[in-house]
Each structure stands twice: as C-alpha cells, then as structure tokens.
C-alpha cells in the first residue's frame, strides 16, 4: 500500500520544489530540508501553467485574433526550440543538484551560481518558449502574471532561507542574481 501513495511536494531545499512522501519510513534526508515553500505554490503554479495553455490554445488556434504573424514561423520555432531546451534544461539540471545533494546544504554551484531559483527560471523560460511559437498577446500578458507570481515565491523562500542560514544565504544573495543574467 505504501508504495501507491503519491509523493506530497512540501518543502524545498534551495528555492525549488522537492518530492517527499506522505508514508511515515522516508530517509532523514528527505525529512530535514531547507527553508519553505510558498503556501500553495504548485497548485498556483499548475493552475497558472493550466490557465497559459487553454488561453494560448484559445488564441493560437480557435480564435485566431491576436496572433503577432509579422514573424516568420521559422523564426517563432528558432526561439521556441531555444527557450523551451534552456528552459527544460535548467529545470533538469536545478532539480539534479538538489537530489544529488549528500545532505541538506547551500547549493551554490552549477545551475545555482548563475540564478538563484533556477527551477522557476526554467518553468518560465519553457513556457515562454511555448507562447513564442504563436506569438499570442494574451498569452504574452498572462506570462507576466506568472513572472510576479514566480517571483513572490521566490521572494517568500529567500526570506525563509535568510532565517534558517543567517549570514551565509545573505552572501549567496549578494553573490548571485535571482534571475540570473537579469
């Protein structure tokens, strides 16, 4: 029966999402993580991803009345293959780091010494790319409330790791960007 409970995002360890599971023989590792998540922030996260699709579905290719088509569809691929890969692949690489983690730690290496929350960077940049493929206005207007929504949970998980590591989060904040290059 354990084996079909579904694993529970809880918590997070360096700003991103981490998979902990609701049965009562989980390692101390995946007990004891750093920091925490923003209350409700994958259901905000999937709700908002769920809204992006069925709007830019909408407009793309229903009502067709907001599609930007003075872009060459080849260019509009060019840059969604570009920011759904870096998107995918900082996804992969945040979320590798914090799994492969010995123990719970600051990890400020890899996908992390160029932005803090690399994970969101990547959801953002992936759908990103998938509105970039149609050029959708209202799409493109709803990224932006995903852009401030991401950034609030950022924000809460800064504040939360500032509690819990002091002076060596604050170092890291100083060092390293939220959003990376921007």
Same mark, same amino acid.
């Given at each position: ?6 694993? #529970?995002?809880?918590?997070?360890? @360096?700003?991103?999402?981490?998979? =902990? ?28 991803? %769920?809204?992006?699709? !069925?709007? /830019? ?7 067709? @009345?907001?599609? !930007? ?7 509009? %691929? ?17 979320? =590798? ?8 730690? %600051?990890?400020? /290496?890899? !996908?992390?010494?160029?932005? @803090? ?9 992936? $759908? ?6 149609? #050029?959708? %206005? ?13 950034? =609030?949970?950022?924000?809460? $998980? ?9 002076? $060596?989060?604050?170092?890291? #904040?100083? =060092?390293?960007?939220? /959003?990376?290059?921007?």
């Amino acid at each position: 029966m354990k084996d079909l409970v579904p694993p #529970l995002i809880s918590r997070t360890l @360096r700003g991103e999402a981490m998979s =902990k599971s609701l049965v009562s023989d989980v390692s101390p590792r995946e007990n004891r993580l750093l920091g925490d998540e923003y209350p409700g922030s994958d259901q905000i996260q999937g709700a908002l991803f %769920l809204l992006l699709v !069925v709007v /830019w579905g909408l407009d793309s290719f229903i009502l067709k @009345r907001y599609m !930007v088509s003075q872009v060459s569809i080849a260019h509009r %691929l060019i840059a969604c293959i570009i920011l759904a890969a870096s998107g995918a692949f900082l996804m992969y690489s945040s979320h =590798k780091l914090v799994i492969e983690a010995a123990e719970p730690t %600051l990890v400020d /290496w890899g !996908v992390y010494r160029v932005a @803090r929350h690399p994970m969101y960077l990547g959801i953002m940049l992936f $759908e990103l790319g998938l509105v970039s493929s149609t #050029l959708s %206005l209202p799409a493109f207007l709803l990224m932006i409330a995903i852009f401030v929504a991401n950034n =609030k949970f950022a924000e809460y $998980e800064e504040n939360s790791l500032i509690q819990e590591l002091g002076d $060596e989060y604050k170092t890291y #904040l100083t =060092k390293v960007k939220r /959003w990376g290059l921007v």
